[in-house]
């Protein structure tokens, strides 16, 4: 087991030969191997980045995906930060007023999180059109 470990950490990363993560990554790129936050990648681009090339696709909907998970994520600890206030206050250790000061400065940072992010998710609705070019696509046709 141990040995099998160390072998694998002093194989060097070429490609096509076994064992190594940039054969494992044009295997699973061959393969179809679906993910829902790396974005779906083609044979050729598994083996250009195994050789350095600095290529990536880009999928708006799983970039998306992770930033909500991440949003959410962020938020979660904000509310975990008003739960233990709320425990401190039914534990008398500070009093209403206390609590409400507090609470109102993580909910401001609830929403300024959530706004920062609601910037991000409209850019990338946008990006996600069809056609990016349909405002402008009769702007050459004659008006009659």
Do not use: C, H, W
Request: without cysteine; proline residues 4%.
């Amino acid at each position: 087991m141990l040995s099998s470990q160390l072998l694998n950490k002093l194989i060097p990363n070429i490609p096509f030969v076994p064992g190594t993560y940039s054969t494992k990554k044009i295997e699973r790129a061959r393969k179809g191997m679906e993910s829902p936050f790396r974005p779906d990648q083609t044979e050729f681009t598994a083996l250009a980045q195994s050789l350095g090339f600095k290529i990536e696709r880009a999928d708006i909907s799983k970039l998306t995906a992770s930033k909500v998970f991440e949003l959410k994520r962020k938020i979660t600890g904000y509310k975990e930060q008003i739960s233990l206030l709320r425990n401190e206050y039914k534990d008398g250790l500070i009093n209403q007023e206390t609590f409400t000061m507090k609470a109102e400065k993580i909910a401001e940072k609830i929403k300024l999180v959530a706004a920062k992010y609601q910037v991000k998710f409209d850019k990338a609705t946008y990006a996600d059109t069809k056609e990016p070019f349909e405002n402008i696509k009769n702007l050459f046709e004659g008006k009659n």
